[in-house]
Structure formats: structure tokens, C-alpha cells
């Protein structure tokens, strides 16, 4: 069974509709990330959660908002889509109260693209 | 801000060759080290390092963390083509940029 889920793989939109991107994770881990990738392959932290609270924003801007509704899922929405979104998003879980000290074991990664 | 440097960017090698990647940082309120190997989807752990000094081993690769002179370093010796990806250390959760290894047969 995947460890780390996300759906969809891939998603393709225009600028300015809304997404999701839904995580899961059946480690039994505590906290959940979400990170973005950019076409240069640099891995940039986005949000942290720890049993459903945000530990962790990082400055993103008020368009993306992630929803936690229960310590195995994360969810990132979307709002107004902008060219410069376009990346690969990766949600990880690791086991402890913060992130950092952890092993980190991330899902698949969802390529967006915005046209 | 907090930054992590990881060098050199790509290294090109051949089956059997040794290699050396390493990454340094500036980081605030350090607590661990970790080194991922990123093929072609998403990074897969190798190493967390938390002490200075002590080398950790997983078959041909090796990685000690310097927290005095702020730096680590990842080995792989008898290097494979298989061995060929982005390895990427993190301090906490701030990522250096990579290092692309390739290795030809």
C-alpha cells in the first residue's frame, strides 16, 4: 500500500481557475508538509501541520490555503492560478511533533501546469 | 536568512569512481541534516545526521556531518550507474539546490 498519496499525478489548467490537490498518508505520522518544486528541481518548503494545526507558513502567498481535516490528510487549494504555479507539489509526512528532526517520506508529486 | 548550499551543481563519473557531494549551510536553530536521493519522482530518504562527527553507513554510501564548520558530505564509493540522480540535503526542512550525479558505464 502507497505510504504518501496524492491525487491527481498531473493537472493541467488556465490561469485563474481554482485547484486542490489532496494528500493522504497511512503511516500514522503526525505531521504533514507540503513542498514545491520549481523547474529548477529546488525543493521549497510551503506549509507544515501537526495534528491538524499549522505549525509551519512560509511566504506563500494568500491564493494557496491548506486544509487539514484530520492529522492523515492535507489538502492545498488553489485560488486564481498564475503561470508562475506551475511546479511539482510534494506532500511528505514524518512521525514527529515538528518537522526537521524527522525522516520525511514523500508522496509521488503532483506536476501542475498553468496555461 | 537561513541558506543551504550544496555543491558542485552536477558531476559527471564513471562506473566504479568515487565520489564526494557536499553541502553547507547557514541555518538558525540547527537540529538535523538529511540527504535524499531524487530520481525521477519524489525524494527518498538516505541519512539524518544530528551529531557531529559520526559517520553513518548504508552500503557504499557514507555521510558525516561537521557541525563546527557547518558542512556535510555524502560519499559513494564503487559508484553504479543506478547511483545516478539529484542527492539533496536538507537542514531541517530548508533544501540546497541539488547535486546532479551521472554515472556512465
Known amino acids: 500500500d502507497t505510504a504518501v498519496s496524492q491525487t491527481p499525478k498531473y493537472l493541467v489548467t488556465q490561469m485563474g481557475n481554482d485547484k486542490s490537490i489532496k494528500c493522504e498518508q497511512n503511516?500514522?505520522?503526525?505531521?504533514m508538509y507540503w513542498y514545491k518544486q520549481d523547474s529548477k528541481k529546488f525543493l521549497k518548503i510551503m506549509f507544515s501541520?501537526?495534528?491538524?494545526?499549522?505549525?509551519i507558513n512560509e511566504t506563500v502567498p494568500n491564493r494557496f490555503s491548506p486544509k487539514s481535516p484530520d492529522k492523515a490528510h492535507l489538502n492545498l487549494h488553489i485560488n486564481s492560478l498564475e503561470l508562475g504555479d506551475s511546479a511539482v507539489y510534494f506532500c511528505?509526512?514524518?512521525?514527529?511533533?515538528?518537522?526537521?528532526?524527522?525522516?520525511?517520506?514523500f508522496g509521488p508529486g503532483t506536476r501542475l501546469t498553468v496555461l | 536568512e537561513d541558506k543551504v548550499v550544496q555543491s558542485p551543481l552536477s558531476l559527471v563519473v564513471h562506473e566504479g569512481d568515487t565520489v564526494t557531494l557536499n553541502c553547507s549551510y547557514e541555518?538558525?536553530?540547527?537540529?538535523?541534516l538529511l540527504w535524499y536521493k531524487q530520481e525521477k519522482k519524489a525524494p527518498t530518504f538516505l541519512f539524518m545526521l544530528?551529531?557531529?562527527?559520526i559517520e553513518k553507513k548504508s552500503g557504499r554510501l557514507s555521510s558525516i556531518l561537521d557541525k563546527k564548520e557547518l558542512f556535510s558530505i555524502l560519499n559513494i564509493t564503487a559508484t553504479q550507474t543506478g547511483d545516478s540522480a539529484v542527492y539533496l540535503c536538507?537542514?531541517?526542512?530548508?533544501f540546497g539546490a541539488g547535486t546532479r550525479l551521472t554515472v556512465k558505464p
Open positions: 511528505a509526512s514524518s512521525p514527529g511533533l515538528a518537522g526537521g528532526r524527522d525522516t520525511q517520506y
Open positions: 503511516l500514522g505520522h503526525d505531521t
Open positions: 501541520y501537526n495534528n491538524k494545526e499549522l505549525i
Open positions: 541555518v538558525t536553530n540547527f537540529r538535523s
Open positions: 544530528t551529531s557531529s562527527g
Open positions: 536538507a537542514f531541517d526542512m530548508r
